[in-house]
């Protein structure tokens, strides 16, 4: 049987729980909004190989700009259209080199806290929070060597408005003759 410290400790650690529950019950945590925008039916079956031409397109428009266009198409786009996929393309490499560094911080920083437990300079320097990137500073790092997959990608971009929010239900239209 169970000595009385036992029982207390573990009527305390159910107390505790319920706590937790009835905490987690009433706050709101933030991810109620992505659940109504993408259903995690949609979000779950998600894979980059099974996107229609369409989605692709845009995707790739976004991630590569204006050099998913022949020379040729891109002397036919109207400027301003060229001016606003150019915008596009610069805010979302802004956007990936920032992630890139965020996720490479996060990296360092469970390193240096793992391998220099006593040392305070490593740990000032993993005190330093993974959200701080420099700008000026271009990740070389690809998306292979940082775990990275298109999928996530896909979700990053359309958490950041650069894809529609209807980007995975979006079906191509039959009658366009080509993507410009």
Same mark, same amino acid.
């Given at each position: ?7 207390? !400790? /573990? +009527?305390?650690?159910?107390?505790? /729980? =319920? #706590?937790?529950?009835?905490?987690? *019950?009433? +706050?709101?945590? %933030?991810? #109620? ?13 998600? $894979?980059?190989?099974? #996107? ?12 590569? %700009? ?5 020379? $040729? ?10 001016? *606003?996929?150019?915008?596009?393309? !610069?805010?979302?490499?802004? +956007? ?6 965020? /996720? ?7 390193? #240096? ?21 420099? =700008? ?24 950041? %408005? ?19």
């Amino acid at each position: 049987m169970l000595s009385n410290d036992q029982i207390i !400790k /573990l +009527e305390l650690t159910q107390q505790q /729980l =319920e #706590l937790n529950n009835r905490r987690e *019950r009433y +706050e709101y945590l %933030g991810i #109620l909004s992505e659940y109504q925008l993408h259903p995690p039916s949609i979000i779950n079956n998600l $894979e980059y190989s099974k #996107l229609n031409p369409y989605q692709h397109f845009l995707f790739k428009r976004v991630l590569h %700009g204006l050099n998913v266009y022949k020379p $040729e198409e891109v002397k036919k786009l109207h400027w301003d259209k060229k001016r *606003r996929i150019t915008r596009v393309w !610069k805010r979302a490499q802004k +956007e990936i080199n920032a992630w890139k560094q965020y /996720l490479c911080n996060k990296k360092i920083n469970l390193y #240096l806290r793992k391998t220099f437990k006593c040392s305070p300079l490593a740990l000032y320097i993993a005190s330093i929070p993974p959200e701080e990137t420099l =700008e000026d500073y271009t990740n070389t790092m690809t998306f292979k060597e940082l775990g990275i997959k298109y999928e996530d990608v896909i979700l990053k971009f359309m958490s950041l %408005g650069l894809l529609p929010r209807n980007y995975l239900t979006i079906k191509p239209n039959v009658n366009q003759k080509s993507l410009i």
